[in-house]
């Protein structure tokens, strides 16, 4: 009986697309069904967690409601892998989803594409930052509100000038996602004159780092850069503190310290810089007001997972309240015009070529924090333009 | 292990009535999770064939698992190939892949066996997420895995998509069933039964036993090739040994050495799963009490309900 | 030099992770896939007791115990029915404890990350060789080579070793002889657990604690114990440090091939010495 209405309704879509009347609010289904597939298992679980607790104060804030109904959200774990993330994306949509939200890892993110391709539902990505997610030409009903590898990047080489590194030595996971961001990394660097000593690629999920660190502080870098990310870039980081690498050098990456990462690594985390996709310090009237109703719902600081996630969420919302459609198609055709003047990041753009919100680029540093705050917590030092951070369509 | 006729028909009534449960439930979650047990269940009897049968336990079906579904990918996409020639391909791969695999793992035997494939297995998953991952698409794998294209049908539907898999699991399980009746079958049980004297009596054991591996590798392949077009997408993680793991659980869970007791290992295995975590949080832990309880109550699997009484000791196999 | 000292620690670090599992292989015959399980939680109950008390030193004495009470406890429960049937039903049981131990420590400690600090003796690095050597890496060194003589010995050379060695070479003659087998069997899935739980609280300090980390040392494990030889303390011990020398070699030199070395050298290993490559005659599992 679902598939069957399923059918109509997006038979209708595919049909009003082309009409000039929108469906009638007659056939809306009974309430917004948002398919969320995120990792609450394993080494990622914990963003999954964070990133439902953002998306639901984005819904509370708007009492729950977006097009006059009810919004319902079918939270589902994919393990971190992409099999499961299609297959239980796949039943939700099967059972009457509108959209699905998700994935955290890169691959299970990539895996839903052509499922949202296919099945030409939106697909909200506000968390996985493989480049290939958002590029010109590629999937029509993708969307990413939050920051790209390939800008966390480039804000790697901003702070490197602006610190006057003049020598790195990286170390880089061998993946492609990070490979691709060490070459950007070194064809930038080099165009600022900056040398590059050395590179290790390490195997993902390696567990020891001590030959490398040894490598690294043999060398006459000034600079390290750490092309690694989640539970290897902790155990890098609480190796090269045992001897005390960061002392000499400055360890910096794309995204390697927030406030759950430092918790993880330890006092070794202080002075280390990385790239920052949110975080509760910004300064402007719309993340004091999430940041207050997140405290006071969860009693903590909402982290990086969190803020994006709401960011994402509340923005989507808005772009599909103000269609009074239901509508998939002229969702996706909103949304790829729009603008969130007021993000808890500040401005937001949604490029119509990829499909990737420009903004601007945090960048900070490990400090340790007094109450209230986290015991080691990023303090904002930089903020990039979005003109440095993106290459024009 | 025996199962009475009696049992046998109604393993089978149960397993058809599973499979049209889509036809008369026209949910497409069922449909779903139905084409997803009879491509898993494909990939069982195959693998059965050798663990069942022929008594090697292979740690190594991930890499035949994957590498199917790695070669129609590529050959639909890149080489332009039909989906059903591109089908046959991946369970041919599937098969090289085994001869490959038995190469190295047939020189030793029992639990060396195992894990030699495993090794092997995962040096596959190693070359694939790493070296040769211009072909493979790294650990991000590859999306947009085609589906079939054949008499003007639209397989991008699911439920078409469900009656080819019905088609091609007919005669997957159809040619199981005979190959497990044919002398060849009979030769494996006596290998599997005391491997020296069969070499005594006259069959080349060896053989055989390589024979036997290349036919799983078959169904691997096929089975994975499958599973990637239901998915659309194919990556690294379908060669990782936990694959292996998962095929194995289910086969024990359902009764190996049994043509159908596999079927029904995939099906508890993944309703289970499909429907704990809808449930709770807690699934994971709750289907590992599950396996725990039935490997000390279940010694012969789902199947085991369906034996006559008294059927050799049991866990003792066959 | 400073490889050498690394590599060392590489080594006795992957041996404390390898020897309950060869141990339980070698007495008992059952692959305990949940080790890397046991591994984890070894950590995790290391960081509550951190946490509590300060010291990592009661940790290291405390997490052990704790998990080898559990391990008995497991083994008393689940492995005592199947020990009769094959191999794959131990195989599959230990399975479902991977997915259980990980739920169990999901609910206690919830899905954040833990850490363990560096212990404060052991927090300055050494100059050594011309390098920067963490003191806590040679600390894994002393503790290794202690905990890996203390097995020799206690397995090889003592009275209650040779109890377990004849209860698992011939249980029924071993029981018509007055020993108690069953819990002999017992005894040594305890100790086999409190060893990978020790593995755990070592390594504490030098990776995240989360819940996935028993799940990625597993295969670590299996590729130390195949190449000593299953079940075989002594291989294991020179397993691991041929391994250990040849990863730091290959972080040295080329790390992005670390990996498909170990495999090639595990592969040639099962293919030449299935038994391992510090099997004596006889002492194959």
Redesign the interface.
């Known amino acids: 009986?679902?598939?069957?209405l399923?059918m109509k309704t997006s038979a209708a879509a595919a049909l009003a697309a082309g009409l000039p009347a929108s469906p009638s609010l007659a056939q809306a289904p009974a309430d917004f069904h948002i398919a969320a597939v995120l990792a609450?298992?394993g080494a990622y679980g914990i963003i999954g967690k964070d990133m439902r607790q953002g998306v639901e104060i984005a819904v509370a804030e708007r009492q729950g409601r977006v097009l006059g109904k009810p919004i319902r959200i079918s939270w589902?774990?994919d393990e971190t892998?992409?099999?499961p993330a299609?297959?239980?994306a796949?039943?939700l949509?099967?059972?009457g989803a509108q959209m699905i939200f998700g994935a955290v890892g890169?691959?299970s993110t990539?895996?839903l594409?052509?499922?949202a391709d296919?099945r030409k539902v939106p697909l909200l990505v506000t968390i996985s930052a493989?480049d290939?997610i958002t590029r010109v030409g590629g999937s029509r009903y993708t969307f990413r509100t939050s920051n790209t590898l390939g800008m966390e990047i480039r804000m790697c080489v901003e702070f490197a000038k602006a610190r006057g590194l003049k020598k790195i030595y990286g170390v880089t996971a061998?993946?492609?996602?990070t490979r691709d961001g060490w070459e950007l990394f070194q064809a930038e660097a080099k165009k600022a004159g900056i040398g590059i000593v050395g590179n290790d690629y390490a195997?993902?999920g390696n567990r020891d780092f001590s030959v490398i660190v040894d490598k690294m502080a043999k060398s006459d870098a000034d600079g390290i850069a750490v092309m690694i990310t989640g539970n290897d870039a902790v155990t890098f980081l609480k190796q090269s503190g045992q001897v005390g690498l960061g002392k000499t050098k400055a360890q910096f990456g794309p995204v390697l310290q927030d406030e759950t990462l430092a918790a993880a690594v330890g006092p070794a985390s202080v002075g280390v810089f990385s790239g920052v996709r949110y975080h509760f310090s910004v300064d402007n009237a719309a993340n004091k007001k999430f940041v207050e109703a997140y405290r006071a719902k969860y009693n903590e600081w909402p982290s990086s997972f969190a803020g994006e996630a709401y960011d994402g969420m509340s923005w989507w919302l808005d772009v599909v309240d103000a269609t009074k459609s239901w509508d998939r198609e002229k969702w996706v055709e909103a949304f790829r015009t729009s603008t969130r003047e007021n993000s808890v990041e500040g401005r937001k753009v949604m490029r119509t070529c990829d499909h990737q919100a420009a903004q601007v680029g945090l960048w900070g540093e490990v400090v340790e924090g007094q109450a209230p705050l986290p015991p080691l917590t990023m303090k904002i030092t930089n903020t990039f333009d979005a003109a440095n951070l993106f290459e024009a369509c | 292990m025996t199962t009475s006729h009696l049992g046998r028909l109604a393993m089978a009534a149960i397993i058809a009535a599973m499979i049209l449960v889509p036809v008369i439930q026209?949910?497409?979650?069922s449909?779903?999770?139905v084409s997803?047990i009879l491509i898993w269940a494909l990939f069982a009897i195959g693998f059965d064939l050798i663990f069942g049968m022929a008594g090697m336990?292979s740690f190594g079906h991930a890499a035949l698992f994957g590498s199917g579904g790695y070669a129609l990918t590529l050959l639909v996409t890149k080489a332009g190939v039909g989906f059903v020639p591109a089908l046959g391909a991946a369970g041919m791969v599937g098969a090289v892949m085994a001869f490959g695999l038995s190469i190295?793992a047939l020189?030793?035997s029992g639990?060396?066996f195992s894990?030699?494939t495993?090794?092997?297995a995962?040096?596959v998953y190693?070359?694939a997420?790493?070296?040769l991952?211009s072909h493979t698409?790294?650990?991000?794998?590859i999306?947009?895995?085609p589906r079939p294209e054949l008499f003007g049908i639209d397989f991008?539907d699911?439920r078409n998509y469900y009656y080819f898999l019905i088609v091609v699991f007919i005669v997957g399980i159809a040619v199981m069933a005979l190959l497990r009746a044919s002398p060849f079958g009979k030769a494996l049980q006596a290998v599997q039964a005391n491997d020296v004297r069969a070499a005594q009596i006259g069959y080349n054991v060896q053989r055989l036993r390589q024979c036997a591996f290349m036919i799983s590798g078959f169904y691997a392949g096929v089975s994975g090739a499958l599973?990637a077009s239901l998915?659309?997408?194919i990556?690294p993680?379908?060669l990782h040994?936990t694959t292996s793991?998962d095929v194995?659980?289910m086969t024990?869970l359902g009764g190996k050495g049994t043509l159908l007791g596999p079927i029904l290992g995939v099906a508890v295995f993944e309703v289970l799963k499909?429907k704990l975590?809808q449930y709770t949080?807690?699934w994971?832990?709750?289907?590992?009490?599950?396996?725990?309880l039935c490997?000390?109550f279940l010694?012969n699997g789902i199947a085991g309900l369906f034996a006559r009484k008294a059927a050799g000791r049991?866990?003792?196999?066959p | 030099m400073s490889t050498i000292v690394i590599g060392l620690s590489l080594s006795f670090l992957l041996f404390l992770l390898a020897a309950g599992l060869t141990l339980i292989f070698g007495m008992l015959g059952v692959i305990n896939f949940a080790h890397g399980a046991l591994y984890m939680l070894g950590a995790y109950v290391c960081f509550q007791i951190v946490n509590w008390t300060g010291s990592f030193w009661i940790g290291l004495l405390v997490a052990p115990l704790v998990v080898a009470a559990l391990g008995g406890a497991m083994e008393i429960a689940?492995l005592k029915?199947?020990y009769?049937?094959?191999?794959?039903?131990q195989l599959?049981?230990t399975?479902?404890?991977?997915?259980?131990i990980?739920?169990?420590v999901?609910?206690v400690w919830g899905l954040d990350y833990k850490q363990v600090p560096t212990p404060d003796l052991f927090s300055q690095p050494v100059a050594l060789f011309g390098s920067q050597i963490p003191s806590y890496r040679l600390f894994i060194i002393g503790f290794g080579a202690t905990v890996s003589l203390a097995l020799f010995l206690l397995l090889e050379r003592s009275r209650l070793g040779m109890v377990i060695r004849a209860a698992s070479s011939d249980a029924d003659m071993a029981q018509s002889l007055g020993i108690d087998v069953a819990k002999v069997r017992t005894a040594v899935f305890a100790l086999g657990a409190g060893l990978a739980a020790l593995g755990g609280v070592v390594a504490a300090p030098l990776v995240p604690i989360e819940l996935g980390m028993g799940f990625s040392v597993i295969?670590d494990c299996?590729v130390v114990v195949?190449i000593g030889g299953?079940g075989n303390i002594r291989g294991a011990i020179l397993a691991a440090l041929l391994l250990g020398m040849a990863r730091a070699a290959g972080f040295t030199y080329a790390p992005?091939w670390v990996?498909?070395i170990t495999?090639?050298l595990?592969?040639a290993t099962?293919?030449t010495r299935?038994a391992g490559l510090f099997s004596r005659k006889g002492r194959a599992?």
């Open positions: 009986m679902h598939r069957r399923f609450f298992s589902e774990d892998r992409p099999q299609v297959q239980k796949t039943r949509l099967a059972n890169s691959a990539l895996a594409q052509s499922l296919q493989d290939k061998d993946y492609q996602a195997p993902l | 026209t949910s497409e979650e449909l779903n999770l997803l336990l190295f020189r030793v639990l060396f894990l030699l495993l090794a092997l995962q040096l190693i070359l997420s790493t070296k991952r698409g790294g650990l991000d794998g999306p947009g895995v991008y699911n599973l998915m659309f997408y990556s993680q379908m040994w793991g194995l659980i024990v499909e975590s949080q807690h994971y832990g709750i289907l590992g009490l599950i396996f725990i490997t000390i010694p049991p866990g003792d196999a | 689940a029915p199947v009769e049937r094959d191999h794959i039903y599959l049981l399975f479902g404890f991977i997915l259980v990980e739920e169990a999901k609910i295969i299996f195949i299953l992005e990996e498909l495999f090639v595990l592969i099962l293919m299935p599992a």
